[in-house]
């Protein structure tokens, strides 16, 4: 799985972690940098922040930002899971970390992360991108050059259109 990270390929260093179909305890590394769910992370908090290496944390899109909020300080990355290409709620979940709680770290989306969604994913506050298996990275680089403008607001233009042609003197 390719891992594109401030509009470039990158190496990912993090080990991404999921519970066992079966229900077995979650074998957590030592050392090393770990991505955990919310419910381990809630479950392993001590443990996990007295381990060697950096921590983070992933949310799927019933999780609530909220639940995180108080610990963002301990988080090197905050990954969202997306279940489907047509889940929405990840792109919520980004905002809010960015705007709301003032997340200023890796922010990832994780799942099926298709080319198709980056231009908009970035606009949300997204800054990496593990995307899925059979995704072509260089042409999903190409995503982030689609549009050259946009009308609406977002994380990464907090003003829409209009206001920016304003201030400019173009109206």
Not at 13 to 31: K, M, V
Not at 41 to 68: H, N, Q
């Amino acid at each position: 799985m390719a891992l594109i990270k401030d509009r470039k390929l990158a190496a990912d260093n993090w080990q991404l972690l999921e519970a066992a179909a079966d229900g077995a305890a979650l074998a957590i590394p030592d050392s090393g940098d770990v991505l955990v769910s919310l419910p381990e992370w809630k479950a392993s908090r001590e443990w996990l922040l007295s381990r060697s290496g950096r921590v983070g944390v992933w949310l799927t899109g019933a999780d609530e930002p909220a639940d995180i909020a108080s610990d963002l300080a301990h988080f090197a990355l905050i990954a969202i899971r997306f279940a489907n290409f047509a889940d929405g709620r990840g792109y919520s979940i980004a905002r809010l970390l960015r705007e709301r709680y003032g997340w200023r770290g890796e922010l990832r989306a994780v799942g099926d992360v298709q080319r198709d969604q980056l231009y908009y994913l970035a606009r949300c506050g997204f800054d990496a991108f593990a995307l899925r298996e059979g995704e072509d990275p260089q042409v999903a680089l190409t995503a982030f050059n689609d549009f050259s403008e946009a009308y609406q607001t977002s994380v990464d233009r907090p003003n829409p259109l209009f206001r920016r042609r304003e201030s400019a003197g173009t109206l």
